[in-house]
């Protein structure tokens, strides 16, 4: 038999505990996860241009003339720069780049209702075929709650349009949104945990 006053651990299932409580578990949050979540702060700013030191300082020497969804990740950058830039894949399907920013690219901002960035969909080709320089801005485009992109000959570009105009209707905000909300780590943090939450454990009645 065990010894009742040995000081072992008990081993906890934290995906378990850290699940909300209406799936069953504890409430307790996931530092982890909050912690990745909290990156999304950070790119939230420099989205938005917000003009304080870390970020007009990234933006000029770090970003440079490249578009950050769309950088190469450097090699000879710090460990802090290089996390924001990893976790871009998992932030890309929730952010929406705010169409009416005058700032907003668009090929490299993920801006569309395809929810991806046109850019990574369309090759360079196709681009040059569409008469719609590298340096487009979506404002260009927007004009009464609508998207009108100048008619291309390639089907494969004119099918993308047809998406993205049929769906503009969702996409006419002012401010960034993630996960259709405006920034909060809370709204970020539900949304990539959201997955360990989706199944209720034996012991919890619904």
């Not at 700013?45 to 440079?64: A, E, F, G, P, Y």
């Not at 005058?102 to 569409?130: E, H, K």
């Not at 100048?150 to 401010?175: E, T």
């Not at 990539?192 to 012991?203: C, D, E």
């Amino acid at each position: 038999h065990d010894n009742p006053f040995s000081r072992k651990l008990i081993p906890i299932a934290f995906n378990s505990v850290c699940c909300p409580f209406n799936s069953g578990g504890l409430g307790i949050l996931d530092i982890k996860e909050w912690n990745k979540a909290s990156i999304s702060s950070r790119i939230d700013k420099l989205m938005n241009n917000v003009n304080n030191l870390w970020d007009s300082w990234t933006r000029i020497n770090l970003i440079k003339n490249m578009h950050f969804w769309t950088m190469d990740i450097p090699m000879d950058c710090s460990w802090v720069w290089r996390n924001i830039l990893r976790s871009r894949s998992v932030f890309l399907p929730i952010f929406q780049k705010c169409i009416k920013d005058v700032d907003t690219s668009f090929w490299f901002d993920p801006w569309s209702s395809q929810g991806c960035i046109l850019a990574n969909v369309i090759n360079f080709n196709l681009r040059v075929q569409s008469g719609i320089n590298d340096n487009a801005k979506v404002s260009s485009f927007w004009s009464d709650g609508y998207i009108n992109i100048p008619y291309s000959s390639s089907y494969a570009i004119r099918q993308v349009w047809a998406n993205i105009q049929n769906k503009v209707y969702l996409m006419d905000n002012v401010l960034d949104l993630w996960a259709g909300r405006i920034h909060s780590i809370a709204t970020v943090y539900k949304y990539i945990t959201k997955p360990n939450h989706l199944s209720y454990f034996p012991w919890h009645s619904r």
